[in-house]
């Protein structure tokens, strides 16, 4: 777990900067080249994105406390089992929120338009994720670092379309199996260190009640 997370940091700067910066140039570019659609749709999809994401987010809990409830008794099968429904959900909608995004985005492009028209895709699609992330680990003590995790692997995604489009490679099922596979490697790793510490927290209830 400590190798992945020191792998986010270390790239998290650039993209840190891209997340803080990037939505005020494309804002600012778009403002110059007098496209104010993306900007107000934008402005809107930020304000409500968090809310529906986490509506829709919601139904995934459903497979949470089956996954926990396996983990207690060690049922290592039923906890991957679970833990797999969960991280498939969860990989369906990031991604199905974040390519829907930037496909209602990509209608607004016109020449001359494309870069700042995606940097801004960008920033609206991961403001949600980010700002969610942001409130659990003010609630978590532990720093929540699976939610970073998804959220980090959910920018290189969307930065990986980014640089798909602006070289020419509009293919909707190419973008798509990117996008699924780079997410897919973060759910995975949150997967891991998930079940690493639902399996601690059990052996931990098991010495305690043998204990007693």
Not at 18 to 34: D, E
Not at 57 to 81: D, K, Q, S
Not at 87 to 96: C, D, K, N, Q, R
């Amino acid at each position: 777990m400590k190798t992945i997370i020191f792998i986010c940091s270390l790239f998290s700067i650039p993209i840190g900067f891209l997340n803080v910066f990037g939505g005020i140039v494309a804002g600012t570019w778009l403002a110059i080249i007098r496209q104010w659609h993306p900007i107000g749709y934008g402005l809107l999809a930020y304000l409500l994105g968090g809310t529906l994401l986490a509506f829709a987010l919601m139904p995934g809990l459903l497979f949470v406390a089956p996954a926990a409830h396996c983990a207690e008794r060690g049922n290592r099968i039923g906890l991957c089992i679970f833990g797999l429904l969960s991280s498939l959900y969860t990989i369906t909608i990031i991604a199905g929120w974040c390519l829907g995004v930037f496909a209602f985005f990509g209608k607004f492009v016109q020449p001359g338009s494309a870069a700042p028209i995606l940097i801004w895709s960008y920033g609206i699609a991961l403001a949600p994720l980010a700002l969610a992330a942001s409130k659990e680990q003010q609630s978590d003590g532990t720093g929540n670092e699976g939610s970073l995790i998804i959220v980090f692997f959910a920018s290189i995604a969307c930065i990986s379309v980014i640089l798909l489009l602006l070289l020419g490679h509009p293919q909707t099922l190419l973008i798509v199996l990117t996008f699924a596979a780079i997410l897919s490697i973060g759910v995975v790793c949150n997967f891991v260190i998930a079940l690493s510490l639902m399996s601690h927290e059990s052996k931990q209830i098991s010495n305690i009640t043998d204990e007693v």
